[in-house]
């Protein structure tokens, strides 16, 4: 499960694995199409390859790491 930001609602929801409707992995990363609890398809992408484009990898180790 992950939670995504609904447009069409405005809302926070948690989405469960029976709400995917979808999954595509391509060079970008994973694109998850899901059904929002209101109803309204959505997509959220993710994975190994979306992660390195999103944000450089932190040099020092997190704090609650240790």
């Given amino acids: 499960m ?3 930001h609904c447009s069409a609602c405005d809302r926070r929801q948690l ?3 029976g ?3 979808d999954l595509v ?3 970008a990363g994973i694109l998850v199409f899901y059904t ?3 109803g309204a398809a959505g997509a959220w992408r993710t994975g190994a ?3 390195e484009k999103a944000s450089p990898r932190p040099t020092a180790g997190h704090a609650l790491a240790s």
């Fill in 2 to 4: 992950f939670d995504i």
């Fill in 15 to 17: 989405i469960f694995p």
């Fill in 19 to 21: 709400q995917i409707t």
């Fill in 25 to 27: 992995n391509d060079d």
């Fill in 36 to 38: 929002c609890w209101c």
């Fill in 49 to 51: 390859a979306h992660a």
